[in-house]
């Protein structure tokens, strides 16, 4: 019988790629064709000045 090998979730390059695209993400031109999701960036950058 042959030993599978576990896939872990933290693999390097997954992480690499996954971090990368989160913060592409957050670009406001790619967030404006997601009105709910515009919001919620607006809201926060709001709450984090009002915080500081």
Known sequence: MAKQQSASLFQRDLVKTALG???AKLNPAIL???PVMFTV????LVMLLVTI
């Open 41 to 44: 960036e607006i809201g926060t």
């Open 32 to 34: 404006i064709k997601n």
């Open 21 to 23: 695209q989160s913060f």
